[in-house]
């Protein structure tokens, strides 16, 4: 269907202590909106900010009726924020971005023009990534690959979470309810045809980054471990081959001392015992943590608890005062 200026348009932010930029973000995400589309809604996702994020965005409400506010009971991620403006978007499209300015709302038409060309998402691409330090940008590249060779699912490091999809993807994204959620992978597991539009990512307008390390290593294992089992698969292997090589290990020892009568040349080689008993210990505890990761997940999972509670939804056609968790 092609997409018009009366096409209901959402737009979606995820927003965690962005006290310090909130209110630019929606100034400048209003007036692309404004016009370039008669329908529209900017629904922010408060995921449980501990600043005046929530106060600012109640100000900018009081003057547009387009602006809706979700607010989460506390911290539940980025992810599940995301989650929860996908499914209480109501638009024909609905774009995906970050409310920090590092993704320029000024994209938001290119990209919506970009799905009449026969599209279902639409991806934003970045050329390259500007006050990242080499380290940060070479641990990234190495988990896009990992991550392409154990799920079998392509995502190119240089594109964010800032996209635009039609309904249709929207609805697939949402029916998926896994717990543990990797939006990225997420998008890439629906399908649909996707396109990618180039643009260059600013820095942060104000604020700080919310993702480090731990948090970081973290979301790659979630991204990994929901949609693969290959580190299982791996793992199994190579016990099997560990196994075999403790197997003729010891055939050799036991035959050398029947044929050979001669235990001091066995006992001599203790340092290759300490060398073996360490390596198979450290193989062990490697397999061991692997098999702990997905059966933490396999936890998270299996209690299939509600990904987020919404405290307050408002603005829009319906307001809803008590927790609730659905549209
Ligand atoms: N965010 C969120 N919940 C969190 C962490 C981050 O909603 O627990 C939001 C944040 O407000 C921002 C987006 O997710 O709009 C990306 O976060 P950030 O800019 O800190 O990540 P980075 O761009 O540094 O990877
Ligand atoms: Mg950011």
Redesign the pocket.
Known sequence: MAIHKDTMLSVV??????EEVIGEFIIRTVEVLEENFHNYELLL?D?GSKDSTVEKIAEFQRKNSNIRLIRFSR????EA?VTAGLEHSNGEVVVML???L?DPPSLIPSLVKKLDDGYDIVSAQHTMRRKETWIKKSTSKLFYRLAAHMTGLTIPDTV??YRVMRRKVVDAVTSVKDNVRYMKMIYAYVGFRNATVLYEREP?FAG????NYPRLIQAALDAIISFSDKPLRYISLMSLGVSAFALLLTIYVIAYKILMGNTAAIANGWTSLVVLINMLFCLLFAFLAVISEYISRILRESKNRPLYFAEEIRGGRTEYPSILTQK
């Open positions: 932010a995820p927003c965690y202590n962005e996702v995921d911290n539940f991620g980025k924020a970050d409310c920090d590092q964010g979470d942060r700080y980054t919310k993702y």
